[in-house]
């Protein structure tokens, strides 16, 4: 099996992230001068994380204890006119053995609108955009903006992170505004970045897979605002096919459909968020051994989070997946493949708490009690029979912004 390495970064990527460290310090000590003129706008953040684990490996070599998760971004945008903007971001990310923290841009795009109406705007957004997945996945990179140190794992796998976080291509969005209602529509269109991570998932890492996008990624999201964000409502899609070929099996091809269903709640010092997935997966082309294998992952996560003090926030978070909606304890699929059950589904009761002693500066730290293996990495895992059922998972993270 072929393992993404975690190797040292090269010394123009060094030079990259250092550039991005010196420039953290840019808004503040330019402010009067740079920024006075607010067409151009900075920010970056720079995260770190501690992950513990009893057993299994998860960013790292986390059984023994692991720092192997850190982001580092900054972004830019420059303001032409009310109607037209650009920006962009570079990003490094080290996430155990799925992400070595090679700079690489995140996003950069042209943002076009216009105002037709006093209630209606439309826009066209072109480059590589992020995609409107969920409630989080635009800004899943940033501490401050996730609802935990990681992301719920039912909806956002970081193990197939790039596939979903954003395409090469464009979106056309509108939207409507009467009284307390806020209506966004998003529709996009690109061909999407894929990498080993992604193989490795939809394809069992002993058959070597090499992918490739067979047409275009399509997609978009409806949400839908009450009374300035207190309730948000959301229906996703994106759905792509990936050509296939491996060292066992004829070329084939697979099928992805994912749609996400949205709902938050907010009240005071009070945030309720839950969502849903459904994936459908569909096989064709590789034979009798793969194309029987059809199957609709699907998951979910209920979460609440309560603001004790301006500096102080306590969340509760469970979240369940599953590799067939229809074998919910994966006996089913054990007995077909051969694996253990707990490697065709997950449980996850996660307890945090978020501190954030000054304006720039946040810190966190979760426990969580979990029941399955299905949101592991086959890179840092490669024989799922070696993983253990029933483990627990603790993290620190410290983070700041600009």
């Known amino acids: ?157 970081d193990r197939v992170r790039n596939m979903v976080l954003s395409n090469d291509g464009g979106q056309l969005y509108a939207e409507h505004l009467q009284g307390p209602h806020r209506f966004n529509l998003q529709l996009m269109a690109g061909k999407t970045p894929i990498d080993e991570n992604v193989e490795k998932s939809y394809l069992q890492p002993q058959l070597d897979a090499s992918m490739d996008q067979d047409g275009l990624t399509l997609g978009g999201r409806l949400l839908y605002e009450w009374d300035g964000g207190r309730i948000r409502l959301a229906l996703s899609n994106v759905s792509l096919s990936l050509d296939s070929t491996t060292n066992a099996l004829p ?58 003090h301006d500096d102080w926030e306590l969340l509760l978070r469970y979240e369940e997946s599953h590799y067939d909606k229809h074998d919910k304890d994966g006996s089913r699929n054990s007995q077909a493949t051969g694996l253990q059950p707990g490697f065709f589904y997950s449980k996850l009761w996660t307890a945090g708490l978020l501190w954030e002693p000054k304006e720039r500066w946040m810190m966190r730290a979760e426990f969580s009690r979990v029941e399955g293996t299905i949101f592991l990495s086959n890179l840092e895992n490669e024989n799922p029979n070696e993983t253990v059922r029933d483990w627990n998972l603790f993290s620190l993270l410290i983070s700041y912004s600009f």
């Open 1 to 157: 099996m072929i393992r993404l390495g975690r190797s040292p970064l090269n010394k123009s990527a060094y030079r990259c992230l250092l550039g991005l460290l010196c420039l953290t310090w840019l808004p503040v000590q330019a402010e009067d001068e740079m920024l006075q003129d607010r067409r151009f706008q900075m920010h970056g953040f720079l995260t770190q994380a501690y992950v513990q684990t009893t057993d299994n490996r998860f960013f790292g070599d986390s059984e023994d204890g692991s720092f192997e998760f850190r982001e580092l971004g900054i972004n830019g945008s420059f303001r032409f006119n009310p109607d037209f903007m650009a920006s962009a971001q570079l990003l490094s990310r080290v996430a155990g053995d799925m992400y070595d923290g090679s700079p690489a841009v995140d996003f950069a795009q042209l943002d076009y609108s216009t105002q037709i109406s006093e209630r209606d705007r439309l826009g066209v957004i072109l480059g590589r955009t992020k995609n409107p997945l969920g409630l989080y996945n635009e800004t899943r990179d940033v501490a401050a903006t996730r609802p935990g140190i990681f992301m719920p794992q039912a909806i956002y796998w």
């Open 251 to 308: 070329p084939g091809s697979v099928g992805i459909d994912v749609w996400i269903l949205s709902a938050q709640y907010n009240e005071g010092p009070w945030r309720l968020t839950a969502e849903y997935i459904q994936q459908p997966i569909d096989y064709q082309g590789f034979g009798d051994f793969l194309d029987s294998a059809d199957t609709t992952l699907d998951g979910y996560y209920l979460q609440g989070d309560y603001r004790l």
